[in-house]
């Protein structure tokens, strides 16, 4: 009598943990694994974008090709566009840029970047919305809350006017933040596609970059800032581990 109710308890207890695993593995499979046709939507977001190494990207829209803060490029078609997010040597490259501008590219920067360059420049503070040939752009503030050059005095201190850009091609909302620490700006912008610098120093730490794509909530993160001697593709693949939400690493297009 006592040995057949005792077994019934070890029998309800072993039912219990081995339910209660399938469960949790289940759930965990779930999460992980998101079906196919929703990584086919992810992927197709970022179908026109070009990693070009470091923060430099093109994107080809309607008729219209962008660059962002072109760097080191190899050939390539002309831009009709040109998005440099602030004045320093590995965004703002007169020499990069001479070998896409025409004489109508227009170039879209800050008041001291845009010292580097002639054409047709529209100057932009952070918090600002314009469109330029068809391509809808509003301006975020970028800057460091945590690197600094020396004690006090941040890389990319807030009062320079450093910008990132979010900018709508093709139906798709593509952020692209520039040079900048997790910034409370950032919350709830909510784009399509989130390019996030992940190399630490300069800018977001891997770690860094998971918190702030919590907080900005895109669709899908995309990490940058590596492989020009600053940070590294071992950084982006440790975002995409940790990540909580879908990251893609976009191939080197050289
Ligand atoms: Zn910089």
């Given at each position: 009598m006592m040995n057949s109710?005792?077994?019934?308890?070890?029998?309800?207890?072993?039912?219990?943990?081995?339910?209660?695993l399938v469960f949790a593995l289940q759930g965990n499979l779930w999460a992980a694994a998101p079906t196919a046709a929703a990584a086919a939507e992810l992927k197709k977001l970022t179908a026109n974008i070009h990693w070009l190494g470091h923060d430099s990207f093109r994107i080809d829209g309607e008729g219209v090709v962008i660059y962002l803060d072109p760097f080191k490029l190899k050939e390539g078609p002309k831009a009709d566009l040109i998005l440099i997010t602030h004045d320093h040597q590995d965004h703002?490259?007169?020499?990069?840029?001479?070998?896409i501008q025409k004489p109508d590219t227009v170039i879209?920067?800050?008041?001291?970047?845009?010292?580097?360059?002639?054409?047709?420049?529209?100057?932009?503070?952070?918090?600002?919305?314009?469109?330029?040939?068809?391509?809808?752009?509003?301006?975020?503030?970028?800057?460091?809350?945590?690197?600094?050059?020396?004690p006090g005095v941040p890389f990319h201190p807030k009062e320079v006017g450093?910008?990132?850009?979010?900018?709508?091609?093709?139906?798709?909302?593509?952020?692209?933040?520039?040079?900048?620490?997790?910034?409370?700006?950032?919350k709830g912008l909510a784009?399509?596609?989130?390019?996030?610098?992940?190399?630490?120093?300069?800018?977001?730490?891997?770690?860094?970059?998971?918190?702030?794509?919590?907080?900005?909530?895109?669709?899908?993160?995309?990490?940058?800032?590596v492989g020009e001697g600053i940070g590294s593709l071992a950084d982006a693949q440790r975002f995409q581990e940790k990540a909580m939400g879908p990251v893609i690493v976009l191939p080197i297009e050289k």
């Open positions: 109710l005792l077994w019934r308890r070890r029998a309800g207890f072993w039912l219990a943990l081995i339910l209660g703002a490259s007169p020499a990069d840029v001479a070998k879209v920067t800050t008041a001291k970047a845009a010292e580097k360059f002639k054409g047709e420049i529209k100057v932009v503070k952070p918090g600002e919305e314009l469109t330029v040939k068809g391509v809808a752009i509003r301006t975020v503030p970028a800057y460091n809350v945590n690197k600094f050059r020396s450093n910008v990132g850009f979010i900018i709508t091609v093709k139906g798709v909302r593509i952020y692209h933040p520039g040079d900048s620490d997790f910034i409370p700006e950032m784009p399509d596609v989130a390019l996030l610098p992940v190399s630490g120093t300069y800018v977001m730490t891997a770690e860094e970059a998971v918190e702030a794509a919590a907080a900005i909530k895109p669709k899908v993160a995309v990490p940058m800032h």
